[in-house]
């Protein structure tokens, strides 16, 4: 096994993109990251996608995506599970590089949401649960979400309010990234009048319907440097299940996949979540950015929301999160996220995070498909 | 839901139409056939007897198409006195009066229609329970 290092980054913003294709959002962030690794010789393209059978009508995205940006002949192959796509995408490529199979690869997350009518795209989302056992039954991606928010509120005596902080610090780092969707501050009472989509989970709970892409480079740490002045190098990447129904959890409010990946990272990172300068997590919804700081060690189990409370997820707080936006501020372009979230922990690592700049050397990643069916961790370390 | 999927479903929609591991014990709620306790073969039928209680719940004012006629409707966690959990709709409920423990039983019910043209989906949905005691 080599180790594997992040030599060029890429991405587009976070919009409603009625310009740009599918494949023009893909391309776009192929080559700003091809060009930010100095067009080092590519030999494979993964892509991490959820929606675009659905939502454009178009399988066979690798090969499309390759061809348009000037790759044609070159190894392609798509990665899905779910919202977990983008960073199963990069999974395939570290393993890819890893293995010593291929040396330079590009990996890219691409999702093309706002063609479709609403109503349409809440259908495709579904399509991450349990298709004869949940969403036969009408039940939104959202209204998951609430049940497992309805049940943490009981069992934890939280109100809805505790959850604030969440998308308010979301919305305040994303004021900072050019790239985000949002540029917007959001206040507490407006989280406390947002109307409901599922109730305990409103719409300033959950992460917006959206257009992106984001890329990066990666081949062995040994070679990087003839690339990058500046690589960011990959000390952990797993990958965990668990059902994907939620009335086929053992324990419902608690993210068996993602804790079982997180330990997985820690041991192949020989560190633990006290070594953690940052922690990009799925804030799809705010529930999960409760149980996802649970799963991954930051609190104990019912305390994550107290993380959010007293102010610990903040840029200067003890594990600062969603540090350029997350899913709430930047945008959720689901099977496009896990890469975002893997380009942003990059930048903060290249120390090129701007104004949301935090000092860090150790930073995490946490991808989550569906309610928790596939949950994948990455862990990073910046090379200066 | 097209027709051969509405089919091979059938008696899960409209009998809870589990099953029970030889092995453990363990009563399944879908059919898997796989025991999740054990790992071993599960195949032995076994019909849930539909009364639970509610374990979460939501009502869903945006739903997914094909729903958008029915909300607000809720939504429930439904765990079945053999122990299994459910996802299903609430019926014959205010969705005020819905709260956690709250005793139900399953009752056949329209769970959407495919078009014009298409069959209509039965299914079961969970009511709040008529007998005292059914509560587990």
Same mark, same amino acid.
């Given at each position: 096994?080599r180790?594997?290092?992040?030599?060029g980054?890429?991405?587009?913003?976070?919009?409603?993109?009625?310009?740009?294709?599918?494949?023009d959002?893909?391309v776009?962030?192929?080559l700003?990251?091809?060009q930010d690794?100095g067009?080092?010789?590519v030999?494979?393209?993964?892509?991490?996608n959820?929606l675009a059978?659905?939502?454009?009508?178009?399988?066979?995205?690798?090969?499309?995506?390759?061809?348009?940006?000037?790759?044609?002949?070159?190894?392609?192959?798509?990665? *899905?599970?779910?919202?977990?796509?983008g960073?199963?995408?990069?999974?395939?490529?570290?393993?890819?590089?890893?293995?010593?199979l291929i040396?330079?690869?590009?990996?890219?997350?691409? *999702?093309?949401m706002t063609?479709m009518?609403?109503?349409?795209?809440?259908?495709?989302l579904?399509?991450a649960a349990d298709?004869?056992?949940?969403?036969?039954?009408?039940?939104?991606?959202?209204? &998951?979400n609430?049940?497992?928010m309805?049940?943490?509120?009981?069992?934890?005596?939280?109100?809805?309010?505790?959850?604030?902080?969440f998308a308010?610090?979301?919305?305040?780092?994303?004021?900072?990234?050019?790239n985000a969707?949002?540029?917007?501050?959001?206040?507490? %009472?407006?989280?406390?009048?947002?109307?409901?989509?599922?109730?305990?989970?409103?719409?300033?709970d959950?992460?917006?319907?959206?257009?992106?892409?984001?890329? %990066?480079?990666?081949?062995p740490?040994a070679?990087?440097?003839?690339?990058?002045?500046?690589?960011?190098?990959?000390?952990?990447?797993?990958? %965990?299940?668990?059902s994907?129904?939620?009335?086929?959890r053992?324990?419902?409010?608690?993210?068996?996949?993602?804790?079982?990946?997180?330990?997985?990272?820690?041991?192949?990172?020989g560190?633990?979540?006290?070594?953690m300068?940052?922690?990009?997590l799925?804030?799809?919804?705010?529930?999960?950015?409760?149980?996802? &700081?649970?799963?991954?060690?930051?609190a104990?189990?019912?305390q994550?929301?107290?993380?959010?409370?007293?102010?610990?997820?903040? &840029?200067?707080?003890?594990?600062p999160?969603?540090?350029?936006?997350?899913?709430?501020?930047?945008?959720h372009?689901?099977?496009?996220?896990?890469?975002?979230?893997i380009?942003?922990?990059?930048?903060? &690592?290249?120390? *090129?995070?701007?104004k949301?700049?935090?000092?860090?050397?150790?930073?995490?990643?946490?991808n989550?498909?569906?309610s928790?069916?596939?949950?994948?961790?990455h862990?990073? *370390?910046?090379a200066? | 839901?097209?027709?051969?999927?509405?089919?091979?479903?059938?008696?899960?929609?409209?009998?809870?139409?589990?099953?029970v591991?030889?092995?453990?014990?363990?009563?399944?709620?879908?059919?898997?056939?796989?025991c999740p306790?054990?790992?071993?073969?599960a195949?032995?039928p076994f019909?849930?007897?539909g009364?639970?209680?509610?374990?979460?719940?939501?009502?869903v004012?945006?739903a997914?198409e094909?729903?958008?006629?029915y909300?607000?409707?809720?939504?429930?966690l439904?765990?079945?006195?053999?122990?299994?959990?459910?996802?299903?709709?609430?019926?014959?409920?205010?969705?005020?009066q819905v709260?956690?423990?709250m005793?139900v039983?399953?009752?056949?019910?329209?769970?959407?229609?495919?078009?014009?043209?298409?069959?209509?989906?039965?299914g079961?949905?969970?009511?709040?329970?008529?007998?005292a005691?059914?509560?587990?």
């Open positions: 096994m180790q594997v290092s992040i030599i980054i890429g991405q587009t913003k976070v919009d409603e993109h009625w310009d740009k294709s599918f494949r959002l893909g776009d962030a192929v700003a990251a091809i690794a067009s080092p010789p030999e494979a393209l993964y892509l991490g959820m059978g659905q939502l454009t009508g178009q399988e066979h995205t690798a090969a499309l995506v390759a061809d348009y940006a000037g790759y044609r002949g070159i190894e392609a192959l798509r990665v *899905e599970a779910a919202c977990a796509a960073s199963s995408a990069f999974r395939v490529g570290y393993m890819a590089v890893a293995s010593g040396d330079v690869a590009v990996v890219v997350g691409v *999702e093309k063609d009518l609403g109503n349409e795209v809440t259908a495709a579904a399509s298709a004869d056992y949940e969403v036969m039954h009408g039940v939104s991606f959202v209204a &998951l609430a049940l497992l309805r049940r943490y509120m009981y069992e934890h005596q939280v109100e809805r309010a505790a959850f604030a902080n308010i610090n979301a919305h305040r780092n994303a004021m900072n990234n050019p969707m949002f540029h917007a501050p959001l206040t507490e %009472a407006a989280f406390g009048k947002a109307r409901m989509i599922a109730d305990p989970v409103s719409l300033l959950s992460a917006p319907i959206c257009d992106g892409a984001a890329a %990066a480079v990666i081949c740490t070679r990087a440097r003839e690339f990058s002045a500046h690589p960011v190098h990959v000390r952990a990447s797993a990958v %965990a299940t668990d994907l129904a939620l009335h086929d053992k324990d419902l409010l608690f993210l068996q996949a993602g804790r079982l990946s997180a330990q997985k990272a820690y041991a192949q990172a560190a633990g979540p006290e070594d300068d940052l922690f990009e799925h804030d799809a919804f705010t529930i999960m950015s409760a149980l996802s &700081l649970e799963a991954a060690g930051f104990p189990r019912g994550g929301v107290r993380l959010a409370q007293e102010g610990e997820i903040f &840029l200067g707080g003890r594990i999160i969603s540090t350029m936006g997350g899913l709430k501020g930047r945008g372009p689901v099977g496009a996220t896990g890469m975002y979230q380009v942003e922990l990059a930048q903060q &690592l290249r120390g *090129e995070a701007g949301n700049q935090v000092d860090c050397r150790l930073g995490m990643a946490q989550i498909g569906g928790g069916g596939t949950i994948i961790t862990i990073f *370390e910046s200066d | 839901m097209h027709i051969p999927r509405q089919w091979r479903t059938r008696d899960q929609r409209l009998s809870l139409m589990g099953e591991c030889p092995k453990c014990g363990v009563k399944l709620f879908p059919p898997r056939d796989v306790e054990c790992s071993g073969p195949k032995e019909a849930l007897s009364r639970g209680a509610v374990y979460s719940y939501s009502t004012y945006h997914p094909g729903y958008e006629s909300v607000p409707y809720t939504v429930a439904v765990r079945l006195e053999e122990g299994p959990m459910v996802t299903a709709q609430l019926t014959d409920v205010d969705k005020e709260a956690i423990g005793p039983e399953m009752v056949t019910r329209k769970i959407a229609e495919d078009g014009e043209d298409g069959a209509i989906l039965y079961y949905k969970f009511r709040p329970a008529l007998e005691g059914a509560a587990c």
